[in-house]
């Protein structure tokens, strides 16, 4: 089982729609979780971090952790086309300075 | 300003040969990191180092050796480049848990 995992898409979502990305991991000691944005050609930018379970929001994203069930989300309110990108998760393992990334969620939004 | 800077940007070269690549941030962080993306896209931790001292150092073969003059520098130096080398190297800085990522260095090994 990979330790991290993603969906490798393309999700595709007509422009101003939720878009929902998932993200489950293998390690249940895991206590920080990531989504880093990464454009074509470009590097990784992060996005959000969580590190309780429930619901974080900053502006049109939204991050949501379940710790019980190993899955980290990240939903993006009002699509639009520049949020066309590939998505990635990224979970720091307990007691560890690694991040362990998942090979990313492809999203296309849709004019 | 840029935060984490890399040089070369770009490096195209023979099998066999060695090269280095250089990573320095201005941020004051106390951890640097090298990553390697692959063409599938897969981020992929290679070293790490806190403040001068090495402290992640996963399954990488011994021709890639990092150093880390100062811990605004960290470097990376690279032997024998073989075919499979080829990819985007990554180097990030972080204070805490937040990581930023310099603009990658692209390697084609010819």
């Not at chain 2, 940007?9 to 690549?21: A, E, P, R, W």
Request: glycine letters at 6%.
């Amino acid at each position: 089982q990979k330790e991290v995992e993603q969906n490798s898409g393309p999700l595709s979502v007509p422009e101003g729609a939720i878009a929902s990305l998932n993200c489950t991991y293998s390690d249940r000691g895991s206590q920080s979780f990531f989504w880093y944005r990464q454009y074509s050609g470009k590097s990784p930018e992060l996005i959000m971090f969580i590190y309780s379970n429930g619901d974080k929001e900053d502006g049109r994203f939204t991050a949501q952790l379940n710790k019980a069930s190993q899955y980290v989300s990240l939903l993006i309110r009002d699509s639009q086309p520049s949020d066309s990108a590939t998505y990635l998760c990224a979970v720091n393992p307990s007691g560890t300075y690694k991040y362990i990334f998942g090979t990313g969620t492809r999203l296309k939004v849709l004019a | 300003d840029t935060a984490v800077s890399q040089t070369p940007k770009y490096l195209v070269t023979q099998m066999g040969n060695d090269k280095s690549i250089k990573c320095e941030q201005n941020l004051g962080h106390d951890t640097m990191y090298w990553y390697k993306q692959d063409s599938k896209k897969f981020l992929k931790i290679m070293f790490s180092y806190n403040n001068k001292e090495l402290i992640i150092n996963e399954t990488v073969p011994n021709r890639f050796s990092p150093k880390s003059p100062d811990k605004a520098h960290l470097n990376l130096h690279i032997n024998s480049l073989e075919l499979g080398d080829s990819a985007v190297y990554f180097c990030a800085s972080s204070q805490d848990w937040t990581q930023y990522f310099g603009p990658g260095t692209r390697l084609l090994v010819l």
